[in-house]
């Protein structure tokens, strides 16, 4: 061990951080292949490491005027005419306008595809969640643009929750909203 001393000291100061390099370099190799053989890989099972999962497949409910209601899995990303289209497709009585067909669907929604009998059960009024945008512009008040933007709004969302929800759709102020409130109904 002497003699090691001994020839380390006779090197120049660049040479010893050289071989101090190269012993601490060899350390820490031969430990870390030590420690890698000696402790065995977490797993799933053991709780200590669980693998990110990504989910490939959403759930939607389709209710409504289709020819078989119910649950579906889809693939992520699929849009709502692929609902419909798992679900038989609309029934004859069914509003198209109501379903904006290009929305991309969300795991745990439900789509409904309304009616188109929504007079008839109204009492005359006209429904927010059921109307097509010529039967919105039938409203005083409500042209062929404005009618568009409501069933654009309901398509985005769903239904309306309430008719003062209308008040959302860009062009609805309160003087035009108090003026049809009475002739709509959900």
Same mark, same amino acid.
């Given at each position: ?46 709780? #200590?490491?669980? %693998? +990110? ?10 209710? $409504? ?9 889809? %693939? ?31 795991? @745990?929604?439900?789509?409904? #595809?309304?009616?188109?009998?929504? #007079?008839?059960?109204? $009492? $005359? ?8 945008? &010529? &039967?919105?512009?039938?409203? %005083?008040?409500? @042209? ?13 969302? @769903? ?13 609805? @102020? ?11 109904? +959900?």
């Amino acid at each position: 061990m002497e003699q090691v001393i001994h020839w380390f000291r006779q090197q120049t100061l660049a040479k010893r951080w050289q071989i101090l390099l190269a012993a601490a370099l060899a350390i820490g190799v031969i430990g870390y292949s030590f420690s890698s053989s000696s402790v065995s890989s977490p797993t799933e099972s053991s709780g #200590v490491f669980e %693998p +990110l999962k990504f989910e490939s497949t959403i759930h939607v409910h389709v209710v $409504g005027e289709v020819l078989n209601p119910g649950l579906y899995e889809l %693939p992520v990303g699929a849009m709502a005419k692929t609902a419909i289209d798992a679900a038989g497709g609309m029934t004859k009585d069914a509003q198209a306008a109501s379903v904006n067909l290009a929305r991309t669907l969300t795991d @745990g929604e439900q789509l409904t #595809v309304l009616s188109t009998t929504m #007079v008839s059960a109204s $009492g $005359g009024k006209i429904s927010l969640n059921q109307a097509s945008a &010529d &039967d919105l512009d039938a409203l %005083p008040g409500i @042209g062929p643009a404005l009618s568009q933007r409501i069933v654009e709004y309901r398509a985005t969302i @769903g239904s309306f929750q309430s008719i003062e929800e209308l008040t959302e759709v860009s062009g609805i @102020g309160p003087k035009l909203f108090a003026k049809i409130r009475d002739q709509l109904t +959900l």
